[in-house]
């Protein structure tokens, strides 16, 4: 068992950090086997994958300046009150020291009771840190962000969905390739995690010629896969599907990669698109996929590799692809959310 946080009991983001790991691995395991047999799923189901403490290169967190000074941190078990992060067993180093360096900012810049949400995402190139707060972007708070930018050499700040200072284009390695990721962009919480899951993606599509990568994101999976396939990415993000195009016109010795931006929940790829895929890859969001896993389970795609950050929408996309006549033949839950009852997982389905 780790040694506990000093905000452990307080902080709601590590119920379970006081459990031995055996049976805390037992419980993340079981999320998943209870989910599946709710609706009727039986597949391999592995031991859990976790990732180590100190791994999080992502982080959405509160500030509030009061009569105390700034508290900046996740809010507290079944709370709204915001706990002031002075210990995280969870996140990087270099997220850690760049919270308490924005502490420090948001001491200067934050006027009394003023509030701000913050995601900040560790990047190759340095952390990158979006605002969601009510100031608008005017010239005295654009003077104060720069300064601050330099100071606690942050690659860029945002706000308003907007980049407001940029002293280094931040970039992430996906495969062989680097990707400049736009601003609040989804990437997997640890790069740990995120090797598993290419990892097993890529040896339960080995030897496809031709993939399709649903949800692409960023190209977590499109990329590495082009390695040794063809690959039609779709997205409906568009700064984060042109990061991608963009990344692998930038990158020699890649097998092709067309890319489409299209909404997956209101228009799934149909049985008549997907018949030119051999394997497709799948990374929906927690409300998962129902209408694409309808057309998979109708189509005739041999293979199919599931990314799930829920075990629920997974088990009932997975009973549909079931019922359709693939075979579910491995399911691995794999740890990212340290200590939360957050468990993802990742799974492979073939066609006789």
Same mark, same amino acid.
């Given at each position: 068992m780790t040694? $506990?946080?000093r905000h452990f009991g307080v902080c709601g983001g590590c119920a379970y950090q006081d459990m031995a790991d055996a049976e805390y691995r037992a419980l993340k395991r079981a999320l998943v086997v209870d989910a599946l047999s709710r609706h009727g799923v039986e597949a391999p189901i592995g031991d859990v994958v976790e990732v180590p403490p100190a791994t999080r290169r992502r982080a959405s967190l509160k500030a509030r300046k009061g009569e105390g000074g700034v508290h900046l941190g996740f809010h507290a078990a079944r709370s709204h009150d915001i706990v002031d992060m002075q210990e995280c067993l969870v996140l990087s180093p270099t997220l850690f020291k760049a919270v308490c360096g924005i502490r420090e900012m948001l001491t200067v810049l934050l006027r009394p009771q003023e509030t701000a949400e913050l995601h900040l995402t560790e990047t190759d190139i340095g952390v990158d840190l979006a605002f969601r707060w009510k100031r608008p972007n005017d010239t005295a708070t654009l003077a104060e962000l720069a300064r601050w930018a330099s100071k606690l050499k942050l690659a860029r700040i945002s706000a308003h969905n907007e980049t407001v200072i940029e002293l280094a284009k931040p970039s992430v390695r996906l495969g062989k390739a680097d990707v400049l990721v736009p601003s609040d962009a989804f990437l997997q919480p640890t790069?740990?995690?995120e090797a598993v899951l290419q990892a097993f993606v890529r040896d339960a599509l080995s030897g496809a010629k031709r993939v399709a990568d649903l949800f692409a994101g960023c190209g977590t999976f499109a990329l590495p896969l082009a390695e040794t396939a063809r690959v039609h990415a779709v997205e409906l993000d568009g700064p984060m599907l042109e990061a991608l195009a963009a990344a692998a016109r930038a990158m020699s010795g890649l097998k092709p990669i067309t890319v489409e931006r299209r909404? $997956?929940? #209101?228009?799934?790829?149909?049985?008549?698109? $997907?018949? #030119?895929?051999?394997?497709?890859? $799948?990374?929906?969001?927690?409300?998962g996929a129902l209408a694409q896993t309808q057309a998979l389970a109708r189509s005739k795609v041999k293979r199919i590799a599931y990314v799930s950050c829920d075990a629920d929408s997974f088990a009932r996309d997975a009973r549909v692809m079931i019922d359709g006549g693939l075979r579910l033949v491995s399911v691995v839950p794999v740890d990212q959310f340290l200590w939360s009852s957050h468990i993802e997982l990742v799974a492979s389905f073939e066609r006789a």
């Open positions: 040694a $506990l946080c790069r740990e995690g909404n $997956l929940f #209101q228009r799934p790829l149909g049985e008549s698109e $997907l018949v #030119q895929f051999d394997a497709v890859v $799948l990374d929906p969001p927690r409300a």
